[in-house]
Antibody
Framework: EVQLVQSGAEVKKPGESLMISCQGSGYNFFRYWIAWVRQMPGKGLEWMGI????????KYSPSFEGLVTFSADKSINTAYLQWNSLKASDTATYYC?????????????WGQGTQVTVSS | QSVLTQPASVSGSPGQSITISCTGASRDIGSYNLVSWYQQHPGKAPKLLIYELTERPSGVPDRFSGSKSGNTASLTISGLQPEDEATYHC???????????FGGGTKLTV
Protein backbone atom coordinates (compact mmCIF):
# COMPACT_ATOMS: atom_id res chain seq x y z
CA GLU A 1 0.00 0.00 0.00
CA VAL A 2 1.24 3.46 -0.93
CA GLN A 3 1.20 5.55 2.23
CA LEU A 4 2.85 8.15 4.43
CA VAL A 5 2.86 7.36 8.14
CA GLN A 6 3.67 10.11 10.62
CA SER A 7 4.92 9.92 14.18
CA GLY A 8 2.53 10.31 17.10
CA ALA A 9 1.18 13.32 18.95
CA GLU A 10 3.59 15.38 21.04
CA VAL A 11 3.14 17.62 24.08
CA LYS A 12 6.08 19.91 24.77
CA LYS A 13 7.00 22.99 26.78
CA PRO A 14 8.08 26.32 25.26
CA GLY A 15 11.78 26.35 24.50
CA GLU A 16 12.04 22.59 24.05
CA SER A 17 13.21 20.95 20.84
CA LEU A 18 11.21 18.49 18.74
CA MET A 19 11.59 16.33 15.66
CA ILE A 20 8.60 14.64 14.02
CA SER A 21 8.79 12.11 11.22
CA CYS A 22 7.03 10.98 8.07
CA GLN A 23 7.80 7.55 6.64
CA GLY A 24 6.82 6.57 3.14
CA SER A 25 6.13 3.09 1.83
CA GLY A 26 4.85 1.43 -1.31
CA TYR A 27 6.65 3.75 -3.73
CA ASN A 28 10.15 5.07 -4.53
CA PHE A 29 10.27 7.50 -1.63
CA PHE A 30 13.56 9.12 -2.64
CA ARG A 31 12.22 10.13 -6.08
CA TYR A 32 9.38 12.32 -4.84
CA TRP A 33 9.41 15.60 -2.96
CA ILE A 34 7.84 15.68 0.49
CA ALA A 35 6.00 18.81 1.60
CA TRP A 36 5.19 19.89 5.13
CA VAL A 37 1.86 21.60 5.77
CA ARG A 38 0.74 23.30 9.00
CA GLN A 39 -2.84 23.55 10.21
CA MET A 40 -3.31 25.66 13.30
CA PRO A 41 -6.40 24.91 15.42
CA GLY A 42 -9.55 25.85 13.51
CA LYS A 43 -7.56 27.36 10.65
CA GLY A 44 -6.63 26.64 7.06
CA LEU A 45 -3.64 24.87 5.58
CA GLU A 46 -0.22 26.54 5.19
CA TRP A 47 2.58 25.28 2.93
CA MET A 48 5.78 25.29 4.97
CA GLY A 49 8.15 23.99 2.31
CA ILE A 50 9.50 20.86 0.68
CA UNK A 51 12.42 18.47 0.75
CA UNK A 52 13.73 16.07 -1.91
CA UNK A 53 14.82 12.95 -0.03
CA UNK A 54 17.33 11.81 -2.67
CA UNK A 55 19.69 14.74 -2.10
CA UNK A 56 17.97 16.59 0.79
CA UNK A 57 17.46 19.74 -1.33
CA UNK A 58 15.06 21.99 0.55
CA LYS A 59 12.82 24.94 -0.28
CA TYR A 60 11.23 26.87 2.57
CA SER A 61 8.29 29.24 2.64
CA PRO A 62 9.52 32.66 3.81
CA SER A 63 7.06 32.38 6.69
CA PHE A 64 8.90 29.36 8.08
CA GLU A 65 12.52 29.79 6.98
CA GLY A 66 14.85 29.90 9.98
CA LEU A 67 12.11 28.66 12.30
CA VAL A 68 12.08 24.98 11.30
CA THR A 69 14.44 22.53 9.63
CA PHE A 70 13.62 19.80 7.12
CA SER A 71 15.79 16.71 6.80
CA ALA A 72 15.50 13.23 5.34
CA ASP A 73 17.08 9.79 5.56
CA LYS A 74 16.43 8.02 2.29
CA SER A 75 17.85 4.76 3.62
CA ILE A 76 14.77 4.43 5.84
CA ASN A 77 12.32 6.34 3.60
CA THR A 78 11.77 9.01 6.23
CA ALA A 79 11.49 12.79 6.25
CA TYR A 80 11.73 14.92 9.36
CA LEU A 81 10.51 18.30 10.59
CA GLN A 82 12.48 19.82 13.44
CA TRP A 83 12.22 22.74 15.84
CA ASN A 84 15.11 23.87 18.08
CA SER A 85 13.03 26.04 20.40
CA LEU A 86 9.27 25.62 20.36
CA LYS A 87 6.80 28.43 21.00
CA ALA A 88 3.16 28.23 22.03
CA SER A 89 2.30 29.50 18.55
CA ASP A 90 3.75 26.27 17.09
CA THR A 91 0.71 24.41 18.44
CA ALA A 92 -0.85 22.86 15.36
CA THR A 93 -1.33 19.69 13.36
CA TYR A 94 1.49 19.08 10.90
CA TYR A 95 0.98 17.03 7.77
CA CYS A 96 3.49 15.63 5.34
CA UNK A 97 2.24 15.28 1.78
CA UNK A 98 3.58 14.19 -1.60
CA UNK A 99 3.50 16.67 -4.50
CA UNK A 100 4.16 15.41 -8.02
CA UNK A 101 6.91 18.02 -8.49
CA UNK A 102 8.51 20.76 -6.43
CA UNK A 103 6.10 23.61 -7.19
CA UNK A 104 3.04 21.45 -7.54
CA UNK A 105 -0.25 22.22 -5.81
CA UNK A 106 -1.27 18.60 -6.40
CA UNK A 107 -0.72 16.57 -3.23
CA UNK A 108 -2.00 13.08 -3.96
CA UNK A 109 -0.76 11.39 -0.82
CA TRP A 110 -1.00 12.67 2.77
CA GLY A 111 0.19 11.47 6.14
CA GLN A 112 -2.36 11.18 8.92
CA GLY A 113 -1.02 14.29 10.66
CA THR A 114 0.99 14.85 13.85
CA GLN A 115 -0.60 17.01 16.52
CA VAL A 116 1.93 19.17 18.35
CA THR A 117 0.88 20.96 21.55
CA VAL A 118 3.23 23.48 23.13
CA SER A 119 2.17 24.62 26.58
CA SER A 120 3.81 25.55 29.85
CA GLN B 1 -4.10 35.53 6.79
CA SER B 2 -4.34 33.21 3.78
CA VAL B 3 -3.12 34.32 0.37
CA LEU B 4 -6.19 32.85 -1.35
CA THR B 5 -9.61 34.05 -0.16
CA GLN B 6 -12.47 31.64 0.39
CA PRO B 7 -15.86 32.16 2.06
CA ALA B 8 -15.82 30.87 5.63
CA SER B 9 -18.94 28.79 5.15
CA VAL B 10 -21.56 27.69 2.66
CA SER B 11 -24.60 25.48 3.03
CA GLY B 12 -26.98 23.50 0.88
CA SER B 13 -29.63 20.82 1.04
CA PRO B 14 -29.23 17.24 -0.18
CA GLY B 15 -29.57 17.07 -3.96
CA GLN B 16 -28.78 20.74 -4.49
CA SER B 17 -25.64 22.24 -6.06
CA ILE B 18 -23.25 24.65 -4.41
CA THR B 19 -20.19 26.58 -5.56
CA ILE B 20 -17.20 27.58 -3.44
CA SER B 21 -15.05 30.44 -4.68
CA CYS B 22 -11.30 30.93 -4.23
CA THR B 23 -9.93 34.36 -5.11
CA GLY B 24 -6.25 34.89 -5.73
CA ALA B 25 -4.24 37.27 -7.87
CA SER B 26 -3.07 37.65 -11.44
CA ARG B 27 0.33 36.13 -10.47
CA ASP B 28 -1.17 32.85 -9.26
CA ILE B 29 -4.71 31.76 -10.17
CA GLY B 30 -4.97 34.38 -12.90
CA SER B 31 -1.89 33.13 -14.75
CA TYR B 32 -1.88 29.39 -14.16
CA ASN B 33 -4.38 26.53 -14.20
CA LEU B 34 -2.44 24.89 -11.38
CA VAL B 35 -5.29 24.98 -8.87
CA SER B 36 -6.21 22.08 -6.63
CA TRP B 37 -9.05 21.46 -4.23
CA TYR B 38 -9.01 19.33 -1.10
CA GLN B 39 -11.77 17.90 1.07
CA GLN B 40 -11.12 17.55 4.79
CA HIS B 41 -13.40 15.86 7.28
CA PRO B 42 -12.93 16.68 10.99
CA GLY B 43 -9.86 15.06 12.46
CA LYS B 44 -8.77 13.67 9.09
CA ALA B 45 -6.08 14.50 6.58
CA PRO B 46 -7.04 16.45 3.45
CA LYS B 47 -8.01 14.45 0.37
CA LEU B 48 -7.28 15.55 -3.19
CA LEU B 49 -10.51 16.27 -5.11
CA ILE B 50 -9.43 18.35 -8.12
CA TYR B 51 -6.04 19.16 -9.62
CA GLU B 52 -4.87 21.28 -12.54
CA LEU B 53 -8.11 23.25 -12.24
CA THR B 54 -10.49 20.64 -13.69
CA GLU B 55 -8.95 17.18 -13.37
CA ARG B 56 -10.31 14.57 -10.97
CA PRO B 57 -8.18 11.76 -9.51
CA SER B 58 -9.61 8.30 -10.03
CA GLY B 59 -12.30 7.53 -7.49
CA VAL B 60 -13.55 11.10 -7.12
CA PRO B 61 -17.18 11.35 -8.30
CA ASP B 62 -17.97 13.58 -11.26
CA ARG B 63 -20.30 15.53 -8.96
CA PHE B 64 -17.17 17.51 -8.11
CA SER B 65 -15.94 19.93 -10.78
CA GLY B 66 -13.55 22.86 -11.00
CA SER B 67 -13.47 26.03 -13.08
CA LYS B 68 -11.91 29.50 -13.22
CA SER B 69 -12.77 33.03 -14.21
CA GLY B 70 -10.02 35.62 -14.04
CA ASN B 71 -8.33 35.44 -10.67
CA THR B 72 -11.09 33.34 -9.08
CA ALA B 73 -11.28 29.56 -9.11
CA SER B 74 -14.44 27.71 -8.17
CA LEU B 75 -15.40 24.26 -6.94
CA THR B 76 -18.91 23.10 -7.77
CA ILE B 77 -20.53 20.17 -6.00
CA SER B 78 -23.72 18.95 -7.62
CA GLY B 79 -26.24 16.53 -6.13
CA LEU B 80 -25.13 17.29 -2.56
CA GLN B 81 -24.92 14.31 -0.26
CA PRO B 82 -24.69 14.28 3.54
CA GLU B 83 -21.15 12.89 3.39
CA ASP B 84 -20.06 16.00 1.45
CA GLU B 85 -20.25 17.94 4.72
CA ALA B 86 -16.61 18.87 5.27
CA THR B 87 -14.13 21.72 4.91
CA TYR B 88 -12.86 22.47 1.41
CA HIS B 89 -9.46 24.04 0.75
CA CYS B 90 -8.21 25.56 -2.48
CA UNK B 91 -4.53 25.59 -3.38
CA UNK B 92 -2.54 27.20 -6.17
CA UNK B 93 0.95 27.38 -7.58
CA UNK B 94 2.47 30.79 -6.93
CA UNK B 95 5.70 31.62 -8.82
CA UNK B 96 8.58 32.52 -6.58
CA UNK B 97 8.47 31.77 -2.88
CA UNK B 98 6.47 30.28 -1.25
CA UNK B 99 5.65 28.41 -4.50
CA UNK B 100 2.35 27.03 -3.19
CA UNK B 101 -0.45 28.90 -1.42
CA PHE B 102 -3.68 27.76 0.22
CA GLY B 103 -7.00 29.39 0.95
CA GLY B 104 -8.42 29.66 4.44
CA GLY B 105 -10.90 26.82 3.92
CA THR B 106 -14.69 26.77 3.50
CA LYS B 107 -16.93 24.74 5.79
CA LEU B 108 -19.78 23.13 3.88
CA THR B 109 -22.92 22.25 5.82
CA VAL B 110 -25.35 19.86 4.17
Amino acid sequence: EVQLVQSGAEVKKPGESLMISCQGSGYNFFRYWIAWVRQMPGKGLEWMGIIYPDDSETKYSPSFEGLVTFSADKSINTAYLQWNSLKASDTATYYCARPDYSGSSRFDLWGQGTQVTVSS
Amino acid sequence: QSVLTQPASVSGSPGQSITISCTGASRDIGSYNLVSWYQQHPGKAPKLLIYELTERPSGVPDRFSGSKSGNTASLTISGLQPEDEATYHCCSYAPGRPFVVFGGGTKLTV
